[in-house]
């Protein structure tokens, strides 16, 4: 794998300098609010634990990857942006399962190898009809799930997982629709999928925590 080779992966980029996608670039600063709005959450809390503060971690990595794929625009560049959002998504599945279900250790670690199988298989069944926006479908309807799952146990958690799933859908739809509307939209609508993304994370982690202080009081 050439790490070093270029990647022009958005409407906004018209060449390889440094700021040639400003707009995809700047709004990675949501990623880094979103981020800072979570921790003020979890430090307001009697028991700070750590599964939330890792996802607060992964969200300000997140920003700081993706803005680095969106100014460097190589391999390497595209992997730091990548991976976080993945770890972030095993990290959520797995915390979802062991707190929200109240399933054992075991049973959420083989939960979540499950769905990291579903992460890396369902692109290639998804992606011919929603490109690259097609691997996280998955994630979406993990949302979803765990919303209905909780209706009735714990409506507040329910709520919040329910209105991330809606806001992710528009997120989607809007990384989903960059390249068909470029040439209306000159720079397209990734920046969008970045700041309606921001809010998804910040809704989760929220969630998470204030389930953490509910359980722990």
């Known amino acids: 794998m050439d790490l070093l080779r270029q990647v022009d992966a958005y ?68 992997l730091l942006d990548v991976i976080p959002i993945m770890f972030f998504m095993l990290a959520y599945f797995y915390l979802a399962t062991r707190h929200y279900l109240h ?38 309807l993990a949302m979803w799930g765990f919303a209905a799952i909780l209706m009735r146990k714990d409506p507040e958690t329910a709520k919040s997982l329910a209105i991330a799933g809606a806001v992710f859908t528009v997120s989607l739809t809007f990384r989903t629709l960059d390249e068909p509307v470029c040439a209306q939209i000159s720079f397209g609508t990734h920046f969008l999928w970045h700041i309606f993304n921001a809010i998804v994370l910040y809704v989760l982690t929220r969630a998470f925590i204030r389930f953490k202080q509910r359980k722990n009081a």
Request: net charge negative.
């Open 103 to 140: 399933s054992g250790i075991l049973q959420s670690i083989v939960a979540t190898l499950g769905f990291l199988g579903v992460l890396l298989g369902a692109p290639q069944f998804i992606e011919p009809y929603l490109g690259s926006s097609g691997g996280y479908v998955p994630a979406l």
């Open 11 to 78: 409407c906004e980029r018209m060449g390889f300098e440094f700021w040639a996608e400003p707009i995809n670039a700047v709004t990675n600063l949501a990623f880094i609010v979103a981020a800072l709005l979570a921790f003020a959450v979890w430090t307001r809390q009697e028991n700070k634990d750590a599964g939330s503060f890792i996802l607060i971690a992964l969200i300000a990595i997140i920003g700081t990857g993706s803005f680095l794929f969106h100014t460097y625009a190589t391999i390497w560049a595209m």
